[in-house]
């Protein structure tokens, strides 16, 4: 059973317009989301991360919106550019000791100049 | 700053043949993870290593074992490598705490099993 389902698989944004990639989760025992950012060939590397206690964060052009009723949250990309063109993943980590992150499945994002 | 390090960066194996993926970290990290991503299929974890002297089964650990050689260091063997295996290879490492959340990963292994 998949505990984050993230859409869409993939994206094409025009520079300069936004890019919103959602993720949802099942568990409520998940306390912290981050998003990942990989590029072609390279590990991935935290973007920006949020826990339930606040419904938005923001860092330069990347919000992350949480909807914690609704056990939903997604990644907001202003002024998208083509140097954000790269495959984004949302993760999941449990409150409990020791958690390991449940990572959804992805989204590639081209954004076209 | 090195961060995690993995080897080889490519490989290509025969079926039934057995290899070692090497990973070393340099940040004193006490967890440890390694990983596989497939298209459309994300990051799914193998094994992972909360600290030194313990290891855990992830989503996928079939085919694969693992040792915690050290605190920096956290291999991965394929005893009898199988095509189903071919993927990407990442190791990932993080803090202790539940503050210390942010997992940094290495660069793949690029694995081919023909």
């Known amino acids: 059973q998949q505990q984050v389902k993230q859409s869409p698989q993939s994206l094409i944004v025009q520079k300069g317009g936004i890019s919103i990639i959602n993720c949802a989760y099942e568990?409520?025992?998940?306390?912290?989301f981050p998003w990942y950012q990989q590029f072609p060939g390279k590990g991935p590397a935290l973007l920006i991360a949020?826990?339930?206690?606040?419904s938005e964060k923001k860092e330069g052009r990347f919000t992350i919106s949480f909807n914690k009723s609704a056990k939903q949250f997604s990644l907001h990309i202003m002024d998208s550019q083509p140097g954000d063109s790269a495959t984004y993943f949302c993760?999941?980590?449990?409150?409990?000791?020791?958690?390991?992150?449940?990572f959804g499945k992805g989204t590639m994002l081209l954004v076209s100049p | 700053n090195a961060g995690v390090t993995q080897t080889p960066k490519f490989q290509v194996l025969k079926t039934g043949q057995s290899m070692t993926l090497q990973c070393a970290q340099d940040?004193?990290?006490?967890?440890m993870y390694w990983y596989r991503q497939d298209p459309g299929m994300g990051l799914r974890l193998i094994y992972y290593?909360?600290?030194?002297?313990?290891?855990d089964k992830g989503e996928v650990p079939n085919g694969y074992n693992v040792s915690r050689l050290n605190k920096r260091e956290f291999s991965l063997r394929l005893e009898s490598a199988a095509p189903s295996q071919t993927s990407v290879y990442f190791c990932?490492?993080?803090?202790?705490?539940?503050?210390?959340?942010?997992?940094?990963f290495g660069q793949g292994t690029r694995l081919t099993v023909v």
């Open positions: 990932a490492s993080s803090g202790a705490g539940v503050q210390n959340t942010e997992a940094f």
């Open positions: 568990n409520t025992a998940f306390d912290y």
């Open positions: 949020i826990r339930p206690d606040v």
């Open positions: 993760a999941a980590r449990m409150n409990s000791g020791y958690s390991t992150l449940t």
């Open positions: 940040m004193n990290h006490n967890s």
């Open positions: 290593s909360a600290s030194e002297g313990t290891t």
